[in-house]
């Protein structure tokens, strides 16, 4: 479970610049979670401090009731090693070592011996068994995603994030992505961000941010695209009361349930 309080994150550059503010949400584990929202709104902001690869200026991240914020850098560090498995849109693998060698990195990193033998299984399972010995630069884009996805799987993850995975890949590159992550949610948590409709719709639920804010949570779940919570200021404003009493919204064939922030909201305006 990763339990989200009231997250925000500043970044200073002479002003404050706030880039995510009062974020709060949980996701349930084993749940499959896409983030969506336009350029700039914040995803990449939230899942680098979702998955602890940056700090919040306020709020917190908890998994599997771990407060993150409690944890120094080198602690932070081993749960990142252990838990968290992260797919970047660029996906940064290390240029110097060979496609076995970045993914066997994590858990030689953990000092396992049969790390090799682990990432040749890994990148078997990606396709790529007779490109073990390439470096980087002489895979193509979809190679070298497959490559990331091997090594952040490598350590079987508790949660996987994926920022924008198809997002530098053409479109049979990125189906084939899109495949090998969807395999991971039967054995994780899985957080992506995307800018593909179609696939955010394949998540159980779809975080959509606006502005740095959670604009609405839209459940997937039994194919209905009914609103499930509104936790951002947009939550009282006309074109959010015009969607909670749109036809879609009251008869969706999904579960209706707002966020508790919602919830609380509402509450305290009656
Ligand atoms: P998204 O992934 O939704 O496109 P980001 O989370 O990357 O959005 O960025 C959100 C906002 O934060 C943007 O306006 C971006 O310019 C700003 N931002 C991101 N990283 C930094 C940083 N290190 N310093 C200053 N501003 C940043
Ligand atoms: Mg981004």
Not at 217 to 224: A, N
Request: net charge positive.
């Amino acid at each position: 479970m990763i339990e989200i309080q009231s997250l925000g994150r500043d970044y200073v550059r002479g002003a404050t610049l706030t880039v995510l503010d009062n974020v709060s949400f949980s996701i349930a584990d084993n749940e499959f979670v896409s983030i969506t929202g336009p350029s700039g709104s914040g995803k990449s902001t939230l899942l680098g401090l979702l998955a602890g690869l940056d700090r919040p200026t306020r709020g917190s991240v908890s998994i599997e009731g771990q407060n993150l914020n409690q944890l120094d850098e080198a602690s932070l560090s081993r749960f990142r090693g252990s838990r968290i498995g992260f797919v970047f849109q660029n996906f940064q693998l290390v240029p110097t070592l060979t496609a076995l060698e970045n993914v066997s990195l994590p858990l030689k990193l953990q000092g396992l011996a049969d790390a090799d033998s682990r990432a040749r299984s890994l990148l078997e399972r990606v396709g790529l068994s007779d490109r073990s010995d390439h470096y980087p630069t002489q895979l193509s884009g979809g190679e070298m995603q497959r490559v990331a996805i091997a090594r952040a799987t490598v350590i079987s993850p508790s949660i996987l994030f994926a920022d924008e995975p198809t997002g530098n890949l053409d479109s049979a590159s990125g189906d084939n992505i899109i495949s090998l992550l969807l395999e991971q949610r039967s054995r994780c948590t899985v957080v992506l961000v995307t800018h593909n409709p179609e696939l955010a719709a394949l998540a159980d639920r779809e975080i959509r941010l606006k502005d740095g804010m959670v604009e609405e949570i839209v459940s997937h779940r039994g194919g209905g695209r009914s609103a499930k919570g509104k936790n951002s200021s947009k939550a009282g404003s006309k074109k959010a009361a015009k969607k909670r009493n749109s036809p879609s919204a009251s008869k969706g064939s999904s579960k209706v349930t707002r966020s508790r922030q919602s919830v609380a909201r509402k509450g305290s305006r009656r």
